[in-house]
């Protein structure tokens, strides 16, 4: 039943090693959304895309990038992940055809662990 | 882009209701006030929005003052699943963007 699933639930990498994280849904929504979220504080919009439209906020780091290779599917990867890197990291996605107002429907995140 | 503020946290019983405000003094015209929610461990959930009028979900309700500079999250019945940060965010809806962005939010607690 889960609409935006990511994939791993956990994920620990090592300080500067390249990782990749996964997003993938089954509602057909055309904008999708990637925010990290640390510690005891508010999610923060990294980057969105409407359709294949890539949208970077401007205090994105370069480090992090993504990918849509079609419209189920969307990928983070943090190059050189450093230690203030550790956070939860979500997706989100919503539908532009039901307008502005149309809510975001997140997956339930994942956690990255840089060692 | 218009800011809103929020208590910091708040406690409830169970079975009581939950006013949650949230101030939005330099909203504008277009503005649409949002609320969401974030369980522990899970992301963020819609709850509900508005423009002018109140609104009522079967989660929630939404009461705005008549100037629209702030407005009261309404849990009718609060119950030990409704525990999570509340956020109240604005959505500019002549923006061109869909974009979302998260204040600090309201903790709430909520006691058996």
């Known amino acids: 039943d889960a609409m935006v699933i990511q994939n791993p639930r956990y994920q620990v990498t090592q300080f500067g090693k390249p990782v990749t994280l996964s997003c993938s849904q089954t509602?057909?929504?055309?904008?999708m959304y990637w925010y990290q979220q640390k510690s005891s504080q508010a999610p923060k919009l990294l980057f969105h895309?409407?359709?294949?439209?890539?949208?970077n906020e401007a205090d994105t780091p370069d480090n992090f990038q993504s990918r849509r290779p079609n419209t189920s599917f969307c990928f983070l990867d943090i190059r050189s992940p450093g230690l203030g890197d550790a956070a939860m990291y979500l997706c989100?996605?919503?539908?532009?055809?039901?307008?502005?107002?149309?809510?975001?429907?997140f997956g339930n995140g994942t956690r990255l662990t840089v060692t | 882009d218009a800011k809103t503020t929020q208590p910091n946290s708040m406690e409830s019983n169970e079975e009581e209701p939950v006013h949650l405000p949230c101030n939005h003094s330099t909203i504008s015209g277009t503005d649409y006030i949002h609320w969401y929610r974030q369980l522990p461990s899970q992301g963020p959930e819609y709850v509900i929005h508005g423009l002018t009028s109140n609104v009522n979900n079967r989660m929630a309700s939404l009461a705005i003052a008549e100037d629209r500079k702030s407005s009261t999250l309404i849990l009718h019945r609060a119950t030990l699943r409704d525990a999570a940060v509340y956020y109240c965010i604005l959505r500019d809806v002549t923006k061109d963007d869909y974009k979302l962005s998260f204040g600090a939010g309201t903790t709430v607690t909520v006691r058996a």
């Open positions: 895309y409407y359709d294949k439209d890539f949208n």
């Open positions: 509602l057909n929504h055309n904008v």
């Open positions: 989100a996605t919503s539908s532009a055809s039901s307008g502005r107002n149309s809510p975001l429907h």
